[in-house]
């Protein structure tokens, strides 16, 4: 079966901390994708990064950073010096082939970030 | 922006009734994907199109359906509403061969009442 844990609901954080959004799934496919979203209160998913499977190198995008451990089954999201900006509902997600790729999204966590 | 639109984007409806929301994919795309997102939960895979063929579908009724047409457009139809179908509805669209890049619209956000 596929799923997809955050288990972090809610987190809040001071402006300039770093904060670590935890996800960790389970499938039986070798061949996956690894997804995160951010939700901000106007609703529509803004894609933030994909991962398969095979790459468990680890991404550094400006502030955004991503830590891919298959002996974990985790993924997790890490925001670097925080912003108010930040502040929005982040989705973990995973698709792979036998679900003809369609998204299996975690429950979310709800980051706010204060001034 | 991602190109993915949706209308209305507010809806209420009454209990029994029915409904359709639509979506405009992104050109050049043949895939499209419908989610429903409850208040405080992740969106959940309703079913998806592929050249006009439904080719999946997630844990929904068949009062739950919907439509691709030649222009890769899509509606979600939604028979006998029931209160828990109260929900954001997104709409995501992709190529067939990006799996891994969907795109989402802005949702339509429905109201049972």
């Known amino acids: 079966a596929q799923k997809v844990t955050q288990a972090q609901t809610e987190i809040s954080v001071v402006e300039k901390e770093d904060v670590t959004l935890d996800c960790v799934y389970e499938?039986?496919?070798?061949?996956?994708?690894l997804f995160w979203y951010k939700q901000p209160p106007s609703g529509e998913l803004v894609f933030l990064i994909r991962r398969n499977s095979f790459d468990e190198q680890n991404e550094i995008s400006g502030r955004y950073s991503w830590n891919f451990q298959k002996s974990t089954s985790s993924f997790n999201f890490t925001i670097t010096a925080s912003q108010v900006v930040d502040s929005a509902v982040y989705f973990c997600?995973?698709?792979?082939?036998?679900?003809?790729?369609?998204?299996?999204f975690g429950k979310g966590t709800s980051l706010l970030v204060t001034p | 922006e991602t190109g993915v639109t949706q209308s209305p984007t507010h809806l209420i409806k009454t209990r029994g009734q029915q409904v359709t929301l639509r979506c405009s994919s992104q050109?050049?795309?043949?895939?499209v994907s419908w989610y429903q997102q409850a208040l405080g939960q992740g969106p959940q895979f309703i079913f998806q199109y592929y050249r006009e063929e439904e080719n999946g579908r997630g844990n929904f009724p068949p009062r739950f359906s919907g439509l691709q047409f030649p222009n890769y457009s899509s509606e979600l139809n939604v028979n006998a509403l029931e209160l828990d179908d109260s929900a954001l509805y997104l709409c995501a669209s992709r190529t067939a061969g990006a799996r891994d890049e969907q795109y989402f619209g802005p949702g339509t956000r429905l109201t049972v009442t």
């Open positions: 997600a995973l698709s792979h082939l036998s679900s003809g790729y369609a998204l299996n």
């Open positions: 050109s050049g795309h043949n895939t």
């Open positions: 499938t039986r496919d070798t061949t996956y994708y």
